[in-house]
Structures are given as C-alpha cells and as structure tokens.
C-alpha cells in the first residue's frame, strides 16, 4: 500500500500558485506544454525506478522492456486509505475554463472533487514512463578501439575477396576500341572531316588478338559530347515520344528552338533528337578467304525493355502505315530521314526504334558510350568473334570534330557487373586493406590504452 | 485533451509567426512595481490624456456623446483575421518570415525563362504547401480563438437600464463605458469599473484575480469614498458625477484619477477602487459599478500580450553560420558562373548540345554566365538550411515538452510543475555562467517563521520556539508511521521540550509546545475521527510551523503585568515600572495590526470575519458606542482583578462573555500533566464544531489556567481565523501577536479589531494605511487608540530606516529621552546578534501625535492622495512627514527557513562552474549568514568585505558588497575593476540591494563579460533583473506570480534548478548545437554532389537527380531523424550528469559548437560529397550510363552516408531512433520504386521511369552503395574512434559510467573526483602562479582592507564587537576602497 501524505496540510486554500493554464485571453499566455493524454497513467513510486536506480548496460543492444503500467493506486485512493487520512488535496479543482465562470465555491469547502473509487484527482503531474522521463532503453554506442576492432577486421575480410571476385571477373571482360574520328590525317576517316562529301564512307582495320566470347556488345563512344547540358537534357517532348498525338502535333516548348520547320510540328522535336547519333557501323571479319564476312549485328534488344514497350510509343491510328501516323510533322532538321523511316523492320521504326531510344536516354558524363549492336553468341563451340583481322565500314555522318569530340566503336563482351571496370574492384581491395589496417592499428591502441589510467579502468 | 490541442496550436503559432513577433513584449509593465526611487520618468507621462467618463445614460447624452462616446466598447475580437482579409493578411503574414521570402525569391527567380533550373512547378511546391498548412491552421486556430470570443462576448450581465429603471440581462459585447453594472458574488467582473457599491457594510469588496495574474488570494477593492457612507444601494438616476483618469493602460498595478461631484467636489480614485476585468467578485454579495474602460482597453486585455521571444546564443551562432553558408553558396554560384562562361566560349557555335535561342543566336558567354549564377541559386538553394529553422523549432518544442514532463520537478506540495514560458531559449540553459539568485523566497522556503523579539531592549529568545521549528521536520516526517496514542505523543514529546532559555521549568508553557505540536499534526487529529473537519490553521499561506508560535516564558510574566488599568490616564501610582509594559502592549498591537492582513475565517471560506456585535449596524456610531462599552467595561472588569472568569456579567452581557476566556488565560495557576491530555481530549465530544482546532486550544488554554471552561466552545469569537497576508511576514508576526493573546480579529478599511488578553477586545479606529514600498522601506498605519483616545501611528520597517527615524529628542524629558536611548542601543545590538543567524529583522516604533498635527498633516495628504500627476511622489512626501519622531518599541527576527536541497543545488551549480551571485536586499549579516547556510560560501573561503572588511583571499574567495557600495562600483569608471574584483571570486553576495540595483548588476555582468546570465527570483523586486538576464527563471513561491509571469522559466523550488541546469540545460544544448551541425553538414554535403557535377556537365545547372527527389530529401527522407536525434539525444544519462556537474563546464565553454567545429564539419561534408560523387563516377565512367541512372546511386548513397553519420554522431540510440532512420530509408525506396514505376512520361526531363527497378536487379548499384558510404564514413569513424580511445573528453568518460553497476559506478565516480581535486589544484596553482605576475587583486598589505574573516564574525560572539568595529571602520572607508580597489587591479 502506498500512502500519500497529503500534499499540503490545507485543503481548504491549496497554494493556487501556478495559474490554471486555458484562460486564453486573460492570463498573459499561461501556456502548458503539458499533453494530458491519459490521467490515469501514473505509475505508483514502486513501479517505476528511480533516477539513480540502478541500471546495467554492457553492450546491451536492444532492450525491449515493456514496463507494465498498471492502472495504480493514486494519491487519492493513497489517500482514503490512509488510515490518519486527512481530507483529500484539492489538486486541480482550480478554474479552468475560460474565465472560471463554472466557478463553484462550494468545490472550495468539499475539498475538491470527489474521488471515486478506483479514479485519481487530475494532478498536473507528469507521467512517469520511460518515455517521457527520457529513459527509453538505448543503445549506447561507446566508440573506442576496443568496441570497433572488430568491424574493421570484418569490413577488412569481406571487402579484399569482393574485390578481388569483381578485379577478376573485370579483368576477364575482353574490350577493345576503335577511335574513328579521322582528326589525324593519317587516319581513313580523315576525308569525312570536310562537309563536302557525302556519304562518306571509311574503313577501319583491326585484329583482335584474341577471341570474345559469349555476347559481344558493340557501342559507339563520344568523347567531349556535353549530352547533359541542361537546356540539352530539357529538349524533349515525352509525351510526344510516347504516341500522344496532341503532342505530336503540338510538342512541348521545352523542344524551342527544335519544335517547328516550316510551320510543321518535328518529330520528334528537340535537340536531342535532332542530334542523334547517325553514322553507321558495320563490321566484317576478314578470315582466311578474301571475302569479308559480315558480322551478324543485332538492332534490336539493345533498349530497355521498359522504354521500348511503355515509354517510348508510335503515334496511334494507320494501321501499319507509319507515315500516314505521322502525316502532319516533319522530320528534324539535321536528320536526313524521318523518323518512320529509320528502319524497314516495323518494330523498330518510329518512335521505338531502339537507336533513337538509346540516344534519347541521355548520357551522364560528357565521354560516354552507347549501345549500337549485339553480336549473339551463335554456338558453344565458336566464340562470337574469333581472334583475327576485322574492318569496320564506317558511314560518317556524325560530325564531333566542331567540338573537340571524338568518336569510337567500342566491342566488349559483359559479365554480371557489365563492362570493364577495374577501379570497383581495385576500391574494394583498397577500402578492405586500409580497413585491416586500421584494425591493426586500433589494435596496438587498444593494447596500449587500455591499462591507462583515462579510459581502462570504466572502458566496458 | 484542450491541453494538448493549445499545446499545438499555440506552438504552430509560435513556429510560424515568431520571427515577427517583438523581442520585448512583456506582460506587464513593473516600473512602477519597483519604484525605483525618483524616478518616476519611466512611467509613462500622462500629459493631458484623462479619460473623462460620464454615465451612459439619457440624462447625460450629449455629454456622453462628446465624452464617452468615442469609447470603445466591451466586445472584443482577439482574432487576427476576418473572412475577408483572411488570404491576403496571412499571407502578408507569413511573408514576414525571412525563410518563406527566400522560398519565394527562389519561385520568383525560376520563373525567369533565361535562369530556371527546374520546372516552375516544383519549385513553387514547398512553398505552396508549407503556407497552404499554415493558412489552414492559422485559420483553424483564428476560429477558435472567434468561437471563445463570441462566448466570451454572448455572457451576461447586468446593465442599468434606463428604461425600465433596474438591472437588465445583457451580452458582455454591450456593454459600454459609463454603464453601470451590478455583479453578485462569484461573477467575473466584465469590464474595468470603478467600484460604486458594495453590499459590505464597510463598502469593500473582495475580489480573486487569479485569471488576471494567477493569485487567488483576496484582494480588497473599495468603494469610492464618499459612497460607501452611503447606506442604500447606488442609485444610477442620482448619479450625477463624472469620473476623470488616466487613458487606458496596461498597468495592473496602478490606476489614479478622481471623481467630480456636480458640486466640484473631487475624490481621488486609485487601484483600490477599481475592479478589473476578468477577476472574480467573492465574498461580496453585489457591488455596483460604473465602467471605466471595456472591452480592449481593460487592463487585462491590455496585459494580453503574446509570449516572450528571445533569441537564444546558439541559435546566434548558427545564424552567422547561415550567413556563411551564403557566402559559400555565393561562392559556389560564382564558380558555376566564371565555369559556365569558360565553358560556353569553347563551344559557343556547337549546336549539338549548345542549344540556340528560339530566334536562333545564341547567349554570348558573359551574359550566360551571368543566367547561370541565378540558376546556380535555385539548384542549390538548399545549401541554406532553410528547414534547419524549422527543425530547431520543433525540436525546441520537443525539448520543452520533456522538460515539463520531467516527474523531477513535480511539486506535490503546489502541484505544480516546471513552466516554460520561453520556449526557444532551452539550450541556453546548458550555457550559463552566471546566476544571480534572490535569497528571500528563492534560497529560502520563504516560510516567515516567528523566531525572537526584543522589546524596549529586553531580548526575549523564545527557546522553545527554536526547539519546536527544530522538531517540526521530524514530527512531520515521521507522521506516517505516527499511531501512538495522543496522549501517550504529547507527554512523549513534551519530555524534550524543557526550556533552557532563562526560567526553570514552567508547567504551562512547557507543556505547550507539545500541544501545538499535536495540532500541527495533521493525520494525528484526523486519526482520532474528525477527518471531515478541514485543518482550519491554515491560511492560504500559511503552515503550521508559521502559525503555531510558543510564546517565550519570560515574555509571558511580563504579560501578566498587563492590566487595564494602565492606561487609565487618571491612574498615576503606576507610572515607571510599566513604561516597559506599555511598550510590550503596544509592540504587540503594532504587530497585530500594522499590516493589511486580511482575516476570514476557514470554515466560512472567503468570508470576512466580523465581530457578530457590528453586524449590520451603522459603522459610525457603533464605533462610538464601541469605544464607550469598552473603556467602561475594561474599568469593570479590572476592578475584581482577574480573580474569576465567572464573574456574573452585568449590564452588556455580550461583549462581557466574549472576553471571558481571555481573562481566564491570564490566570496563572499551575496546571497538572492529566490536566493537558483531558483537556486535549476534550474536543472529541466536540468534533463536530467547524471550529474544532481553534477550540481545543481554547480549552487547553482554558484548562491549563484554571480548567474550568465549559460553556465557552461554541463562542463564536474563540472560533479561528484565517489570516490572508499580501507578504509571509506580515503573517508571521501576526502569528505570534495571537500566540501572546493579542489576536487580530477582524479588519475593515475603518476599523480593526483586536482582542487583546489582558484588556479585552480592542477597536481601532483605522485612519490611515500607509503601505509599504520598496523605497521607505516600512509600513504604516494611523489609528486612534481606543483607550487613550490618541492618534498613534505604529511603523514597522526595516531596522535601517526605522532607526533613522527615531525621534532624537524626546519631548518628555530627560530620563524618558536616555530611556529610549539605551532601548535604542540595546535593540540595535538584538538586531545585530538576529541577523548574525540568519533573521530577517525588523523594527517596530510607534509615534503618538496630537489631533493637531494630525489633522494638518491630514490636510496635506489629502491633496496628495487626489492629485493625478505626481501622485507618488506626493504620497511619499506625505508618508516622509508622518513617520518621524517615532519611538522605538522593539524589533523581531523572523526565521526564513532554507528551502529544501538547496545547499546540494548550490554545490552542484559551483560544481558546474556556474559563478554565483547572490543578490538581496537584506542586510549583510543576514545575507552573509545565508549563504553561509546554502553553502554558497565555505567556511574556509576568504571573504572580502566590500566597503567593510577583507581577508586575504585564498584560493577560494567570496565577495561581500553593500548596497551603498554597490552603488559606486556600478558606476561607469568603476565598472571594470569591480568587475575584475569579482571574477577572482567564487561567490558573490550583494546585499541591501534594491531591485534596481539588483538589474543593473545582471546588466552590468552580462555586458561587460559577454557571458551567460541566469537570474533566479521569486518576488515582484526581482522582476527587473529576471527581465534583463539571459534567461529569468521566476520561482513559483509565495509572493505571487510577477516573477513567474516576467520570467522565461518557472520552478516551484530552488532544487530544481540544478537538474535544470545541469540536466536539461546540458541536453538541450549538446542535442540543438548537434544537430545543427548535423543540419549544415547535410546539406552541404547533398548539395555539393550537385555541385560537382557541374563540372561534369559544363557548368549548366544540370542536375542529376530526379528533382522530385531533390526537393523530397530534406523535406521527407531525411527531416526526421535528425529531429528525433535533437528531442532524444542523451550523451551523457541524468543520474551521471547529476553526479557530476562539471560535466557542465561542456557547455558553457560552446564545446559542442565552437567556430572551428562548424568549419570541421564542412569539410567534412565536403570531403564526404566528393566520395559520395566520385566514387560512382569512376565506377559509371565511360559507360552507357543516363543522367538519372547516375543520379540514383548517388542519392541512395547519399543517404545512408547522411543517415549513418547521425548514427556515428549519437551517443545513444533508441527504438525510436531506429524506427525513424529506417523508416526514413524505406520511404525513400519505397517513393524511388513508386514513382518510378508510375511514372512514365511525368515530370520532364527527369524522368524516372524504371530506374530504380533496373538499378536494385543490379548488384553494381549495391557495390557502390556500400563502397561509397564505406569509404565516406570512414575518417569520421576513426576519428571518433581514436577520440574516444586516445583524448577522451569528459563527456565520454562520463559516459561510460552508465554501463557500471551501482557499485563500480561509486567506486568510478570516487576515482573520477579524486583526479579532479588533483586537476584542480594543479589548475588553481597555474592560476595562482598567473595571478601572481599578473593583475591579481589581492590586498595583501593593503591598509585598506582590513584583514578580517568573517565567518568568525559571523559565528563567534565573542569577536561581535570586533567586527562591528572593523565593520564601521569599512563604512567610513567605502571611498577609500575607490581608489584602493583599482589599484588592485
């Protein structure tokens, strides 16, 4: 049983001396922070520890201790049940609505509102949980040398094989590239530099010194293409790309100055598209026959999945005709076709045909790469591209030179994480090294410090 | 529920509007609350501004009109909008804010084709919802704020009507100036109006201001004279007069003006006569009053103001910190600018990517450059941590909401808990230098306890007294398990109870102790059934350790020579021998009735007592008749000489019994120990009686004399009262004048009624109240005595003003005059010897004056009292040539008890390295006495004595300052050196200070030191300095609430401050200054991958991140945790904290935020956001990556790098912690996953269609994740790591105390002080060494100072006259230590 002494011996005048706290308007702002949510929330002093009681926490993590909160006992049933039990405090009998008009003098002489049984007097006193006295169990994270050795080690153990798995798996990748922007002179290409002819057609040798297998990947890379410029980037209708005829025929502003020719609307509008990427690459492997043999160069597959089937749409309506779709718009100015003729194969004309889409994803980083063609793995048995002498006709049409830009062909085969890239796993190697490294270190520090006199003796 | 929904809807308003809100509005106006001596230029001339007000009725209309009638009236509207100017006024508003223009510019500037960064839109969208929300709830809360105005304006009252020619119900909104209203008792008074009528036959009324300033004592408001002679109620027809004051103002405490007869006639008016809005009429069946000032221009509504707003120190230090970080935005912008140009030249004519204008040229480079600076500000805006404000607000709310929820500050006895009143300045707690405490009331419980007295030079010490104050905690504490039988306590208690002071043991008197003992228990009385019966001792201030009073043995006898008869003026044989037995009766009435205490009784509560005799009755005459019954029955009774208390009564039978009983107690017989128990028991028959307490000692009283009283307890007279003192003081001496028999029984504004034992109840003629004020000092009253029919004035003040008072030649003769001399000396000595322990003292005098000196300084004080202009000044001229030429009486030493704890409080705050000043206006002994008690000196500190004395110092020296003096070293050229002198001392004590002063010195500390100040206090003389320190903090105590409502903080005891402090203070600071840096580190480092990038993409404001994330990152995934870690951060736990204040020290060194960690942290942010961005870049380099697909890792690493930073910063990491950051990371995958599977062709360019999806199928985005946010983490890890190995602070040994158990964690803080001596002698002796070279202020040969220590002084009675010598010798020297002092320095 718990016995409340009565909180001030008079029940008749409790010291009012913290004003009621809702007269608005009268009261110069009594404001109470206080959120009664439940009056009957308070703990007996058994229940809830004390300040100073005592607590361990070595390297506790999680406690999850619900305290109970029993419904207990409070200062007014303390109080009838004392057996001296004075007349019962009136604790918040105080007016409170706005100006105290509900004020009963009577409340004054009773002493307050009665208790019922198993009810507690509203006190303002605050309730005495964990959370609200700020004692929630934590976890105290106490960062010394000691404490983390061990996340080091494993950091140091789990980082050095990842980075050694993707050093491997990157190193395997078989790239080669072929830079073809005739800047030099010496270089085939070099006779494309100049406007006046057209097409221009140059041929690249190569030899592969050795074979790549499984898929071969062929990108055309540009180096100095500022593809992200802001303006750049913005110079796109979406809504137009995805088959919205009103936008087809209307495109978005963000397409100035790329939006109109001659009074037509461009489809696609923009810079971007107006800048695609049009040289042609082909690709033959020189064998031991004086023919060349073609190298079978996959278009299509070469998107995402996603952009090609939801986000990237031809205009509705016509059928299989595409031109009648896109009757009305007019092709961009620095294009040499329209867009419904980009290619012969249905699929991959218009809108959706998978150069255009990849050109549109615009690139991050002013040298980038971007996927041309697949080269599919036809057998088990032969590589894809057998090691030997290649050439690739090149149809140049895109011209980088204005801009200091270069131009490559780029065949790579891929694993799980893509291309060639050795800095991922030479960073993992290192973050893992230093990381051991560290650990050794903290090590010695820990071995040192720990019987000095500052931390060692209250260290865990 | 209402708590909860003002809670939040006041703290939106405070987040929203607070920056417009005025730094100094203050509730209340105190100028005139401190009188600060002449100098009444602070309050606000009047200077021909009256308010004439007329009544508003037919009869006067043209008057009315010209008058009145421009006169607002009683509606009010406390709502800030209407329906109409709702949208452009909030908005107008909410423009206000600094954070919300800054938004706006930015909308603003991206709506500029040449420079937006984003799509119009977006930007436009915070800002759109932020005000969106608020205008929603500025609205919601303006419609409560209408809906309780409305009520408020709908309530009724009674308005004269003209028409039908009585009392008419009407709406409070109707009611205007000159109305004239008629309230009944407990009705809220519904305008300020000038109280006409009362159905009190003595023309007062009582009224409860507790809505207007939360005291809920009574307070007597009269009615103007003039119309409370009148007997019939005011008649508002007859009413012809016009009332002429002051234009409304917000002055609670003051109101003057007259009122103008149609015959010119004027009455003067003062707050006495005016009821004020929003209190409470009690007690007071109806009253009558004519409106002053309605509606808005009350007084209350006037006091209305909004909530303090103070900027807190840390919150300035993050605003330079913003401003940095503009610069550092302005720099970033520039680069981008000069990039953007440099950029744009080596490719102006590349139309690929360089896209032209619409007409087809393009930009020239400068000109680009110039748009791109623009665009660079909106990208990366966000560098400004716009949403930091916002964030400290709500984290400042959360603080507070723990620091009121904190159960160590509950108050069981007041019920009551910490306030804050101030709700952004929390963290300036954990930075405070300095405090400047008040004693009275602060220190001390503030609990007047009647200790000694020393009449006409004779020291009566009251031994038994001390014993039962010493008792009192016990019986107190032990009343819980107290089951013993009553009779078997009280003659266990009264063992002890043996008085030593003077006479053997007396029957009587020693038994009474434990009489009182036994009533002051309380369960021990209920115990025995009479639980129903309120405890009726009480009054609302008072304890029974105030009331009970064991009066002193020796007093006693000498009360017995007490008889009527010596004031028979023809009665000439006893002339000498009772000179002292006069002074004792009229020590003892001064104490009774020198005061304004008003008297109820308990069970009849807030009901004025009056003798059953005066009711209804004609005042006038039945003074007359009073006053003629009594001398002629005091000459009846006196005759038998006290033989028998049954005397038959003869002729007036009524006023005859009621003094039976008193007579009776006179008689000195010898009572018997089965005596005391009978009659103790005797009250059980009569239980039942309301009056049960006060009856019972009657009857033991009774019965202790003579034992035979039976027929008396139902006497009415003998039935308690209650005593309603404005100051514990007061109370207390009234008190003990009833423990001596001279009990104050009622009290009107005419007369007052004693019933003094020996001469039977006295009525005074009450003439005059002087009141008491800061600068006199005292307090007076007029009276005409009823026995000897003179005019008397008794004063009662402060010892130094009362002695100067002291008539210096006294008109009757020689041996009188050497009389009073030695009365005098002696008196000065008791007074000396009580403030040495610690008593407040004051000293009692009385002055008889003739009718015609009265009735010329009557004439004069008239004029004062009904001037407008200059009032005060008058009235003190006025009271100046009343109280001189007075006689000295006697003084009394009044214990203030120390508050509970607080000596523990005081160590922990020196502990904590907290300078602490004690500012009060006692005397120094007094105060030196105390701080004593409070530990706030040491008994091996050297004191130096300002203007008095000094020791050498040693290591440790407190500082002792005089009132006087202090007023030289606040003066400008010595400023300086006195501040010097002070901060070599550990404490400081600076007494006989006035309220000015007391501000000035805080002002002065403040300024010159450039440190933090707290001031602590409980009264109205306090409220100065609590207003002009850092952060006031008003201690909720006894004399009532200005205090509370100046200060930004209000605890109940001094106790709490130190877990206030030390606890709170210290959280609320480390967790705000870490968070906000915290908040800058984020952003930069967010914003700074943007900013890398630029260079990535030809400085051209690309960005490459989805803008919706961009925006949503602060706003959404990562807002909460660094809340939640600001709210919940605990570095170091309570009970640690507690246990060591020097933990403390932390904070008041900005150790948490100083200038360089800001830039520590920047770089760090900077270092992080290169990671952050280039480790993908390598990684994504020369691929066939999209803009948005690089973004995607580069956020999500950004946001475990943010996120795990904060977990490497906490200290200690809840489930709530948990939960947030989680939550946080899954809301961010979860938006990336929805909005990128929704959205197909939205939100152009950024389109994030399926990035995400492809991205988590790839192991790669995970690799980078965890390298990047490795490799970002890592310096700040190690470096925390090694901190916390190598170059511990304090704070993180202290930490790991948490994890010992109890034992270990004693023997650890054992261990942990040790070292600390150790650290501080070796630090005190680099200190001495220092001082030494250097400039330190030690008067080591100094003559000036003379080398005295005065705690030997102050406990060792034999060194008394010695200190009082040096103590002179200091006085006159006060000039010398002008010169001397800085000469020190």
């Not at chain 2, 007597?220 to 409304?248: H, L, M, N, T, W």
């Not at chain 2, 901060?983 to 006035?994: K, L, Q």
């Amino acid at each position: 049983m718990i016995r409340v002494r009565p909180p001030f011996p008079s029940p008749i005048y409790p010291p009012p001396l913290v004003p009621p706290s809702s007269p608005s308007f009268l009261s110069p702002s009594h404001w109470r922070l206080q959120l009664t949510f439940a009056s009957y929330q308070r703990p007996s002093a058994e229940e809830c520890p004390t300040s100073s009681a005592p607590r361990r926490r070595r390297l506790r993590w999680w406690r999850w201790r619900r305290r109970r909160r029993r419904r207990s006992s409070g200062s007014c049933q303390g109080q009838q049940a004392d057996p001296f039990g004075g007349p019962p405090a009136r604790r918040g009998a105080a007016p409170r609505g706005p100006m105290a008009m509900n004020y009963n003098a009577k409340d004054e002489v009773d002493g307050g509102p009665p208790c019922a049984p198993g009810g507690t007097a509203k006190t303002r006193r605050p309730d005495n949980t964990a959370f609200k006295q700020q004692r929630l169990p934590a976890w105290q994270p106490i960062l010394t040398a000691g404490t983390v050795l061990p996340i080091f080690f494993i950091i140091g153990l789990i980082f050095i094989p990842i980075g050694i798995g993707i050093f491997v798996t990157s190193n395997n990748i078989r790239e080669i590239e072929i830079d073809y922007t005739g800047t030099e002179p010496s270089s085939p290409c070099n006779k494309c530099l100049s406007p006046d002819v057209t097409p221009c057609i140059c041929t690249i040798n190569f030899t592969l010194e050795k074979s790549f297998e499984g898929n071969v990947f062929m990108y055309y890379g540009l180096s100095n293409f500022y593809q992200n410029h802001r303006r750049y980037v913005k110079s796109r209708d979406d809504s137009q790309l995805n088959g919205d005829s009103s936008a087809l025929l209307n495109p978005s502003k963000e397409c100035e100055p790329y939006r109109r020719n001659e009074d037509k609307p461009i489809a696609p509008c923009g810079a971007i598209a107006n800048s695609m990427f049009n040289d042609t690459l082909e690709l033959f492997l020189i064998g031991n026959d004086s023919y060349p043999m073609p190298i079978a160069l996959k278009k299509k597959g070469i998107a995402w999945w996603t952009d090609k089937n939801v986000k990237f749409r031809n205009p509705p309506g016509g059928d299989n005709n595409l031109e009648e779709r896109f009757k009305g718009t007019t092709k961009p100015v620095n294009w040499l076709k329209p867009v419904y003729m980009l290619d012969s194969d249905q699929d991959n004309n218009g809108f959706i045909n998978e150069d255009f889409i990849v050109w549109m994803r615009t690139a991050a980083l002013p040298t980038f790469r971007k996927l041309y063609r697949l080269i599919e793995r036809k057998s088990d048995l032969h590589p894809t591209l057998p090691a030997g002498r290649y050439y690739l006709n090149i149809t140049y049409n895109y011209p980088v030179h204005y801009f200091d830009g270069r131009k490559r062909m780029i065949l790579s085969t891929i694993s799980w994480m893509g291309g060639k890239n050795p800095f991922l796993g030479i960073a993992y190697i290192a973050v893992g090294s230093i990381s051991f490294l560290l650990g050794v270190v903290l090590l010695v520090i820990n071995h040192k410090y720990r019987n000095s006199s500052n931390t060692a003796d209250i260290t865990i | 529920m209402t708590e909860a929904l003002q809670w939040f809807r006041y703290h939106w308003q405070r987040l929203i509007g607070g920056a417009t809100r005025d730094d100094d509005s203050r509730p209340y106006n105190y100028s005139s609350l401190l009188a600060c001596g002449g100098k009444s230029s602070q309050t606000p001339k009047l200077a021909g501004k009256h308010r004439i007000v007329v009544p508003h009725l037919q009869a006067f209309k043209d008057e009315y009109e010209k008058f009145s009638g421009a006169y607002v009236n009683n509606r009010i509207r406390t709502t800030k909008y209407t329906l109409l100017n709702f949208v452009p006024r909030n908005l107008f508003e909410q423009f206000h804010r600094a954070a919300n223009l800054y938004f706006l510019f930015l909308v603003v500037l991206n709506w500029v084709p040449l420079v937006e960064a984003f799509q119009k839109e977006i930007t436009m969208l915070p800002l759109v919802v932020v005000l969106t929300i608020i205008a929603i709830k500025d609205g919601l809360e303006d419609y409560r704020k209408y809906k309780i105005d409305k009520q408020i304006n709908n309530l009724i009252t009674k308005v004269y009507s003209r028409k039908e020619k009585k009392y008419i119900d009407r709406c409070w909104k109707d009611v205007t100036v000159g109305d004239f209203i008629r309230l009944s008792c407990n009705e809220v008074i519904p305008a300020d109006m000038i109280l006409l009528f009362s159905t009190d036959p003595d023309g007062i009324c009582h009224i409860e201001t507790s809505g207007l300033d939360g005291e809920s004592n009574l307070k007597q408001r009269q009615v103007v004279r003039g119309y409370a002679e009148q007997d019939s109620e005011v008649d508002p027809e007859k009413f012809s007069s016009r009332i002429e004051c002051e234009s409304p103002n917000n002055d609670l405490s003051r109101f003057r003006g007259f009122l103008e007869h149609s015959n010119k006639e004027r009455v003067g008016l003062s707050k006495e006569n005016l009821l004020l809005r929003g209190c409470t009429i009690r007690n007071t069946e109806a009253v009558v009053g004519i409106v002053v000032y309605a509606g808005h221009e009350t007084k209350a509504m006037l006091n209305n103001s909004g909530p303090r707003y103070k900027r807190s120190q840390l919150e300035r230090r993050a605003n330079t910190d913003v401003l940095w970080c503009v610069l550092l935005l302005v720099i970033m912008c520039l680069t981008g600018a000069v990039g953007h140009g440099i950029w744009l030249s080596r490719y102006e004519k590349m139309h690929f990517f360089n896209i032209p204008e619409p007409d087809g040229h393009t930009i020239s480079p400068l000109l680009a450059g110039f748009y791109m600076f623009w665009t660079m500000i909106i990208l990366l805006q966000v560098l400004i941590p716009i949403s930091l404000y916002v964030s400290i607000e709500i984290v400042k709310l959360g603080q507070i909401y723990f620091i009121q929820s904190d159960v160590d500050f509950y108050n069981e006895k007041m019920d009551s808990t910490v306030q804050c009143r101030a709700l952004n300045i929390a963290e300036d707690l954990g930075q405070i230098q300095y405090l400047f405490s008040d004693k009275t009331g602060t220190l001390t419980e503030n609990k007047m306890v009647f200790r000694r007295c020393s009449v006409a030079g004779f020291d009566y010490c009251h031994e038994e007294n001390a014993k039962r104050l010493e008792s009192y905690q016990e019986a107190v504490s032990e009343d819980e398990d107290f089951t013993d039988t009553l009779s078997g306590s009280v003659s266990n208690m009264a063992k002890p109870r043996v008085p030593s002071c003077g006479t053997v043991h007396n029957g009587p008197l020693g038994n009474k102790p434990s009489n009182h003992l036994a009533g002051s228990s309380f369960n021990l009385r209920s115990g025995e059934g009479a639980s129903e019966v309120p405890h009726s001792r009480q009054a609302a201030f008072s304890s029974p350790i105030e009331t009970d009073v064991v009066p002193d043995t020796r007093l006693l006898d000498k009360f017995s020579q007490i008889t009527p008869r010596l004031f028979m003026p023809l009665d000439e044989t006893i002339q000498n021998p009772p000179l002292e037995t006069l002074y004792i009766v009229d020590f003892f009435i001064a104490l009774a009735i020198c005061n304004t205490v008003v008297v109820s009784a308990p069970n009849q509560p807030r009901q004025k007592i009056r003798h059953p005799s005066l009711g209804g009755m004609p005042i006038k005459s039945l003074e007359e008749i009073k006053n003629l019954f009594q001398r002629l029955s005091v000459r009846r009774s006196s005759s038998p000489s006290l033989t028998s208390g049954k005397e038959p009564s003869s002729g007036v039978p009524n006023a005859f019994v009621s003094r039976l009983p008193l007579f009776s107690r006179m008689k000195l017989a010898s009572p018997v120990e089965e005596e005391v128990s009978q009659m103790c028991e005797s009250p059980q028959c009569s239980s039942s009686s309301a009056c049960c307490t006060e009856t019972e000692k009657q009857h033991s009283d009774g019965g202790l004399l003579n034992g035979k009283v039976e027929s008396l307890s139902g006497q009415p007279l003998a039935c308690n009262l209650c005593y309603e003192a404005e100051s514990p003081d007061e109370a207390a001496l009234v008190y003990a004048a009833r423990a001596y028999q001279c009990t104050l029984q009622s009290r009107t504004p005419e007369q007052v009624m004693v019933d003094f034992a020996a001469l039977g109840p006295l009525t005074f003629q009450l003439l005059h109240i002087l009141p008491f004020d800061s600068v006199r000092k005292r307090m007076s009253v007029v009276v005409r005595h009823p026995l000897s029919n003179q005019v008397v004035v008794y004063t009662k003040g402060a010892d130094s003003v009362i002695m100067e008072l002291l008539s210096v030649a006294s008109p009757d003769g020689a041996s009188l005059e050497k009389q009073q001399m030695i009365i005098r000396e002696k008196t000065q000595k008791h007074l000396d010897d009580y403030a040495k322990h610690g008593l407040r003292t004051l000293c009692i005098a009385k002055k008889v004056m003739s009718d015609a000196e009265y009735a010329e300084w009557l004439r004069n004080h008239f004029l004062a009292e009904t001037s407008i202009d200059n009032r005060e000044e008058l009235l003190l001229e006025s009271a100046m040539r009343l109280e001189n030429k007075l006689t000295l009486l006697g003084a009394t030493g009044i214990e203030d008890r120390l508050q509970e704890g607080v000596p523990e409080s005081i160590e922990a705050l020196h502990k904590a390295g907290i300078k602490m000043w004690m500012l009060t206006g006692d005397k120094q002994e007094t105060a030196v006495n105390i701080a004593y008690a409070c530990k706030l000196l040491e008994p091996d500190d050297k004191l130096f004595i300002l203007s008095t004395q000094s020791k050498d110092s040693g290591l440790r020296a407190g500082l002792v300052i005089t009132g006087k003096t202090l007023e030289f070293a606040l003066q400008e050229s010595l400023q300086k050196q006195f501040l010097e002198l002070t901060s070599w001392c550990r404490a400081v004590v600076c007494c006989r200070a006035t309220p000015l002063q007391k501000s000035e010195v805080v002002k002065l500390v403040r300024s010159h030191l450039q440190v933090m100040t707290l001031a602590i206090g409980d009264g109205a003389n306090d409220v100065s300095m609590i207003q002009v320190a850092d952060i006031g903090i008003g201690v909720s105590g006894q004399e009532g609430m200005q205090a509370v409502m100046a200060s930004d903080f209000a605890i109940s005891q001094f106790k709490h401050l130190s877990k206030l402090l030390l606890v709170h203070g210290h959280w609320c600071y480390t967790r705000l200054s870490n968070m906000i840096l915290y908040f800058f580190y984020k952003n930069v480092a967010y914003v700074n991958l943007l900013f890398w990038y630029q260079f990535f993409c030809g400085f051209s404001g690309t960005s490459m991140t989805d803008y919706w994330v961009l925006i949503f990152f602060n706003l959404l995934f990562t807002s909460a945790p660094p809340v939640i870690y600001g709210v919940l951060e605990k570095d170091v736990s309570a009970e640690i904290l507690m246990e060591l204040p020097e933990l403390y020290k932390s904070g008041q060194k900005s150790e948490a935020y100083l200038a360089h960690t800001f830039w520590i942290t920047l770089l760090d942010a900077f270092y992080q956001s290169l990671v952050c961005f280039f480790v993908p870049y390598f990684i994504y380099q020369d691929s066939d990556i999209d803009i948005f697909t690089f973004g995607n890792p580069l956020n999500t690493a950004a946001l475990f790098i943010i996120l795990l930073h904060l977990v490497i910063e906490s200290k200690s990491l809840t489930w709530i912690h948990m939960l947030v950051i989680i939550g946080s990371i899954l809301s961010y995958f979860l938006f990336a996953i929805i909005f990128g599977a929704m959205c197909v062709t939205c939100n152009p360019p950024s389109n994030p269609y399926w990035i995400m999806q492809e991205h988590m199928l790839d192991p790669v985005f995970y690799l980078v994740c965890i390298l990047t946010t490795c490799i970002a983490l890592l310096p700040r890890f190690v470096y925390r790591v090694l901190q916390g190995s190598l170059f511990p602070s304090p704070i993180l040994r202290a930490k790991h105390f948490d994890r010992l158990t109890p034992e270990e964690r004693t023997e650890a803080l054992k261990k942990w002080r040790g070292a600390g001596k150790m650290n501080q002698v070796t630090s005190k002796n680099a200190n001495q060494s220092a001082g030494k070279s250097g400039r330190r202020p030690m008067p080591e040969s100094s003559a000036v100072f003379a080398m005295k220590s005065a705690t030997s002084c102050a406990f060792e009675q034999g060194n008394l006259s010695l200190c009082e010598t040096a103590l002179d010798q200091g006085c006159s020297e006060t000039k010398a230590f002008e010169m001397a002092g800085p000469s020190k320095g």
